[in-house]
């Protein structure tokens, strides 16, 4: 079975600051794609990065970066320059491929950015 | 490009009704998965549609059920509600085109059951 743990359940930071995400995952399967989620408070869940087991390049989107280990099993996601409009709770998620979509997400953490 | 839309936005039942969800994919996907998300959880996989016929399901009694139509809209029902049931429900759509393609999810319907 499937597991995704942030172990974060709430960060605080003042803006501009950096703040980083932790994501620990359990599989056994050696295909596997990791996702990052954001959702604001309207509820809505945000697609912000898609990964798979394959490709442990580090990525860097704007302010955004995620850093991907195998070794550690970890899929951390950092936001570089924090600002308010980053509020929101991020979900670290994992699919394993075939069949039908079954996510598993992890229980999420939720950032303020306090101005 | 259209998003994901579900309606109703809030719903209040009481213990042992019935309710229906509604949810309009993104244009162009197929797929159509639904998930329950309780307060300060992450959200947990209900089941997928794909072309009409539910493919997967999560761990969820079979008073939770569901339909896709020929436009790929969905339906999420409830019957028999109890307490724990309260939570938001999204929708999500993807496009099958790619493996493991990112989900598109709606604002979702936050239902409470009194």
């Known amino acids: 079975a499937q597991k995704v743990t942030q172990a974060q359940t709430e960060i605080s930071v003042v803006e501009k600051e950096d703040v980083t995400l932790d994501c620990v995952y359990e599989?056994?399967?050696?295909?596997?794609?990791l996702f990052w989620y954001k959702q604001p408070p309207s509820g809505e869940l945000v697609f912000l990065i898609r990964?798979?087991?394959?490709?442990?390049q580090n990525e860097i989107s704007g302010r955004y970066s995620w850093n991907f280990q195998k070794s550690t099993s970890s899929f951390n996601f950092t936001i570089t320059a924090s600002q308010v409009v980053d509020s929101a709770v991020y979900f670290c998620?994992?699919?394993?491929?075939?069949?039908?979509?079954?996510?598993?997400f992890g229980t999420g953490t939720k950032l303020q950015v306090i101005p | 490009e259209t998003g994901v839309t579900q309606s109703p936005t809030h719903l209040i039942k009481t213990r042992g009704q019935q309710v229906t969800l509604r949810c309009s994919s993104q244009?162009?996907?197929?797929?159509v998965s639904w998930y329950q998300q309780a307060l300060g959880q992450g959200p947990q996989f209900i089941f997928q549609?794909?072309?009409?016929?539910?493919?997967g399901r999560g761990n969820f009694p079979p008073r939770f059920s569901g339909l896709q139509f020929p436009n790929y809209s969905s339906e999420l029902n409830v019957n028999a509600l109890e307490l724990d049931d309260s939570a938001l429900y999204l929708c999500?759509?993807?496009?099958?085109?790619?493996?493991?393609?990112?989900?598109?999810f709606g604002n979702g319907t936050r239902l409470t059951v009194t």
């Open positions: 999500a759509s993807s496009s099958p085109d790619r493996e493991a393609s990112p989900l598109h």
């Open positions: 599989t056994r399967d050696t295909t596997y794609y």
């Open positions: 990964r798979n087991s394959f490709d442990e």
């Open positions: 998620a994992l699919i394993l491929p075939g069949g039908y979509q079954k996510v598993t």
């Open positions: 244009s162009g996907h197929n797929t």
């Open positions: 549609y794909y072309r009409e016929e539910e493919n």
